[in-house]
């Protein structure tokens, strides 16, 4: 496949300081980095392993950082990687000062925050604010302790209902099913008080009422933005704040209703309180750190309030990522989103993955309308090819895209996992997640040979398909029909090009049933996203194109599932 026919400008040189001096675009330094950043995700334990245990640590990530130089990204985020006993694969936190062992120590964090900074890259740390590990030692002490204990009042004890409390004290589900409540046994042997955790019963809810709460996690975030990190991904940020007296919901399958509408334990406006004190504290930092949220959100509107211009920085967008290929369903969530933005002066962010749901190079490989956790391998060469289309289009969007490890691989979900080796703690209860977000982890490939195709030096803790081999690093790098080269050169396009980057609108071209096309300055984006070639005229000189495309005088032929870049 001819990918380019026009060769992309070669990425500018990065800066070589630290998180106080911007990126350049050419000779120009520039601010407010975040608004057309692209920001790649690590998830630590399917990187890279540096030491041969299976699982990936931060030295592995240090060593790979060239790699991401090279890829064109701005920025790294790194999924958790704190002390935990990895009931949720380090999203329970019990200490959010250390390091877990199995990632490393604090010294190699900070020799990979030093050498992302020397290589012109910035580093964004997940922070989990919502709940902490039942082994964290406020909630170990509060449970020791017993009923009275200070302690308690920094998560949600309850008693329950029922003559002798053996109910849970409201009707709220766990987002990993069952209820999410979990009652405890007091000192004496009997038993007590029960405990909030809207995730797995090793994840206590912290009770954001309590100042000491508050208190702590102002100076996480200073400790954090001493080591010199440039922001934080914060985890569950819409759930920090319960409504008032923790009211029953009163419905079942709870699930069903997220997203739908604002749920007791879900954005409440009370977060808000929350994100305007931190960014008062991001402030203070030179070098532009920032908040992006993780709000899932009714609606984009409701979303846009998490990035108002004294709160985040940045939300992202989930409506985008749970969008169908389909054109006019994509035009409308662009304009949605745009729109949205444009009110709080923040930038729209665009995203097709991430570690909680189905790789999008399967979801579009099945019929449209299956949600974004899903258990077949469907099509495979038709959701690469859709996954190439869609990546180019969201990398031409105005604003700030998100790019999940492996992705530029044209990695597949591992659908066909053995039940034996599933690590996904919603994979082991009877109800709510599906439990299958085991398949987007598996560690990606380096090299085409050798344990774990490069991953490590010993196995993986997941194990990974044979034909990943032929999509490692090391075979796509310099094959020009390569989804790697592709990643490369659209963002060394998008790096240069005037019309790509940040803004806050698009200009819709006329386009036939299927094609989604629209204008920036100087530069044109062209989608088919239908299964068979679209007659259109030329816009412009071709830049860049997810498949191959012949281009000559007057109309040609777009085709199947395919973008195309033109500047004008």
């Known amino acids: 496949m001819t990918q380019h026919l026009a060769a992309p400008t070669a990425p500018t040189s990065a800066p070589t300081s630290g998180p106080t001096i911007g990126p350049t675009i050419g000779n120009r330094r520039r601010t407010g980095w975040w608004r057309d950043a692209v920001i790649y995700q690590v998830y630590p334990r399917s990187f890279a392993d540096s030491n041969g245990d299976g699982m990936g640590d931060l030295e592995g990530v240090r060593r790979r950082l060239p790699y991401l130089r090279d890829l064109g990204v701005d920025a790294v985020w790194l999924s958790p990687f704190y002390a935990s006993p990895q009931a949720d694969a380090g999203y329970d936190v019990a200490d959010y000062r250390a390091i877990d062992p199995m990632f490393g120590t604090l010294l190699d964090a900070d020799a990979l925050i030093r050498d992302a900074h020397e290589l012109g890259l910035r580093i964004i740390v997940d922070l989990v604010p919502n709940h902490s590990s039942d082994q964290h030692e406020w909630f170990k002490r509060a449970l020791k302790e017993g009923p009275g204990s200070a302690l308690r009042g920094r998560y949600h004890f309850r008693p329950g209902k029922g003559a002798d409390g053996e109910l849970p004290p409201n009707d709220w589900e766990s987002i990993f099913g069952g209820p999410a409540w979990t009652r405890t046994t007091d000192p004496d042997g009997t038993p007590g008080d029960w405990y909030l955790h809207l995730f797995a019963p090793e994840q206590p809810d912290f009770n954001w009422e309590n100042p000491a709460v508050a208190d702590e996690f102002r100076s996480i975030l200073r400790f954090w933005l001493d080591m010199g990190v440039d922001g934080f991904r914060i985890d569950v940020a819409h759930g920090l704040v319960k409504a008032e007296g923790l009211p029953d919901l009163g419905s079942h399958d709870q699930l069903k209703l997220l997203g739908n509408d604002v ?23 030179p070098g532009e750190r920032i908040g992006v949220a993780e709000a899932w959100t009714p609606t984009v509107d409701r979303t846009a309030n998490y990035v108002r211009p004294d709160e985040l920085h940045q939300a992202f967008n989930f409506q985008y990522l749970g969008t169908d290929w389909d054109a006019a369903a994509l035009r409308e969530v662009v304009d949605v989103s745009l729109a949205a933005m444009r009110p709080v002066g923040a930038p729209a962010t665009w995203v097709l993955s991430n570690h909680d749901v189905t790789r999008h190079a399967t ?95 010993g196995g993986s803790w997941l194990p990974q398909p044979e034909s990943w081999a032929g999509l490692s690093v090391e075979t796509q790098t310099g094959d020009p029909d390569s989804t790697l080269e592709l990643y490369r050169s659209a963002l060394a396009v998008r790096r240069e090009h005037p019309g790509l980057g940040a803004g806050t609108d698009v200009s819709w071209l006329d386009a036939p049933d299927g094609v989604v096309a629209f204008a920036r300055e100087g530069f044109v984006c062209t989608v088919n996203t239908t299964g068979a070639p679209v007659r259109i005229p030329a816009p412009g000189h071709l830049l860049l194109a997810s498949a191959e495309v012949t281009v000559g005088e007057g109309d040609f032929d777009l085709p199947a599932d395919t973008t195309v870049w033109w500047t004008v």
């Open 263 to 285: 749920m007791p334990f879900f954005d409440q406006d009370g977060v808000h309180e929350i994100y305007r004190s931190w960014r008062q504290i991001l402030d203070e930092y």
């Open 363 to 457: 979801r579009f490989a099945n019929p449209a309308g299956l949600g974004t956790q899903l258990r077949t391998a469907g099509d495979r060469e038709l959701g690469l090819r859709r996954a190439r289309a869609a990546s180019l289009l969201m990398l031409a969007l105005p604003g700030s895209a998100y790019v999940y490890q492996g992705e530029e691989l044209g990695l597949p979900d591992v659908t066909d996992l053995p039940d034996e080796a599933r690590q996904d703690p919603s994979f082991f209860r009877a109800e709510g997640q599906d439990g299958f977000r085991d398949g987007c982890r598996v560690p990606i490939p380096w090299t085409a040979e050798g344990p774990s195709y490069g991953f490590g030096a």
